[in-house]
């Protein structure tokens, strides 16, 4: 009965110390097994910038002050010349008055009328014909001394400017008495008229 005792105690304690082992090992499996590992997300979050105002500087005005001084002007001594008892006094004549107009006589004489030795003809442009132009030009002539027209100008235009040269060539070309005044020739303003009518035989 001792013997066997004895072995029933001996292999209890085996079987006990195999049994804590064995829990032993479990819990360190346990401990030891990789655990899931779960993805973070992580967002960066920025700061509000604090805003800086800017404080204005303080500039103060000055009034500028000017004092504007007036220049100095030079004293200018002039000396006093005596009268000199050598002195020649010189009388100053008046001008001579100029010739009136009616004095002068190369100035012409407006007349109403003249005399012709030789009496203007107009020729009439054939475009102006063609073109049905007509009208009357009224011509300013200086006549001279031998009955010569020296000068024509237009006084009053027909409005059409074939019209007024061929009235032009027409009193150049003619021939006048001088304008007599008191026995003697003289120089002389007269109006001449020359009509250019489609109605009339021209030439």
């Known amino acids: 009965m001792g013997a066997s005792l004895r072995k029933v105690v001996v292999f209890g304690t085996i079987v006990t110390v195999h049994g804590i082992v064995v829990v032993g090992l479990l819990h360190l499996e346990r401990e030891s ?12 979050i920025s700061l509000p910038q604090e805003r800086r105002v800017a404080t204005p500087i303080e ?9 504007l001084q007036p220049p100095e002007v030079p004293v200018i001594d002039i000396p006093i010349v005596e009268e000199s008892h050598r002195a020649i006094t010189i ?3 008046a001008a001579a008055p100029l010739p009136s107009v009616a ?4 100035m012409p004489t407006l ?6 030795v030789r009496l203007p003809k107009p020729r009439y442009p054939p475009q102006s014909r063609k073109l049905r132009e007509q009208g009357l030009v009224m011509l300013r002539v200086m006549i001279d001394e031998q009955g ?13 400017s074939r019209l007024d040269h061929a009235a032009c060539e027409a009193v150049s070309r003619a021939a006048f008495k001088p304008y007599v005044e008191d ?14 009518s489609l109605n009339r035989n021209s030439a």
């Open 103 to 106: 004095e002068n006589d190369n």
């Open 33 to 44: 097994a990789p655990v899931a590992q779960e993805r973070i997300a992580v967002r960066m």
């Open 91 to 93: 009388s100053v004549q």
């Open 148 to 160: 010569i027209a020296r000068s024509i100008e237009i006084e009053n235009s027909s409005g059409y």
């Open 111 to 116: 007349i109403s009328n003249v005399e012709y």
């Open 183 to 196: 026995g003697a020739p003289r120089r002389a303003l007269v109006l001449i008229p020359i009509e250019f």
């Open 59 to 67: 500039v103060k005005t000055i009034a500028p002050t000017i004092s």
